[in-house]
């Protein structure tokens, strides 16, 4: 069964620093793209980062260019996206997926709530 | 950027009825689309890309169609589990993927 469990979330203060990690399982890590998708409380869902499956290629969205990092660790078939200067607008669920630029599976989320 | 526009905001039906969501690009995406179902405390989920195909265990009575600027979403005979909000997504130009801000489908 393919599986993505999310970790690192939490509160954080305006300007701070954040890293999220994805563990995937049941499936060929290194030959999927992988991609991050945000949603704000209440709102809709926001593409924010994908990654090829060597990690050779990046992307990301405006909002966040410049600011997050997304990488992969092929030997340990985890995922993650560093996150800095982080202000309010970043406060959200946090989802992890398998497959880029369509998110065939989803990880439970991690909620990143940015505040003093 | 593309924008996504679905309509309604909110669709009320009757179970075992059939729903409608509709999808607007506001540019030509091709067949370059795809489909997602969220419900309350719970991921997304892929039911459709391409457009039309579904994706792996998803009933026959989602359907997709369209393609252009203009999609629509079928659930044939509603059941309780379909209850939910409904999400398109365009990835002709990507990045980014942008999606629409969603379709809630209600009990009647």
């Known amino acids: 069964e393919v599986q993505l469990l999310e970790s690192g979330g939490g509160l954080v203060q305006p300007g701070g620093s954040l890293r999220l990690s994805c563990a995937a399982s049941g499936f060929t890590f290194s030959s999927s793209a992988m991609s991050w998708v945000r949603q704000a409380p209440g709102q809709g869902l926001e593409w924010v980062s994908s990654?090829?499956?060597?990690?050779?290629?990046?992307y990301y969205a405006d909002s966040v260019k410049g600011r997050f990092t997304i990488s992969r660790d092929n030997s340990k078939s985890t995922l993650y996206l560093q996150m800095n200067s982080l202000g309010a607008d970043d406060t959200a669920v946090y989802y992890c997926a398998k497959d880029s630029p369509v998110a065939t599976i989803w990880g439970q989320g991690a909620l990143v709530t940015v505040s003093s | 950027e593309i924008v996504m526009t679905q309509s309604p905001a909110t669709l009320s039906v009757s179970p075992g009825e059939r729903a409608t969501l509709s999808c607007r690009a506001s540019q030509s995406v091709s067949s370059n689309l795809a489909w997602y179902q969220q419900k309350p405390g719970q991921a997304p989920r892929l039911l459709i890309y391409?457009?039309?195909t579904r994706a792996t265990g998803i009933p026959a009575r989602f359907s997709g169609s369209g393609s252009g600027t203009e999609f629509t979403l079928t659930i044939s005979s509603l059941q309780s589990e379909d209850f939910a909000v409904y999400y398109c997504q365009q990835y002709n130009k990507w990045p980014p993927g942008t999606f629409g801000q969603g379709t809630k489908v209600e009990i009647k």
């Open positions: 990654i090829t499956p060597s990690g050779d290629g990046t």
């Open positions: 391409g457009a039309s």
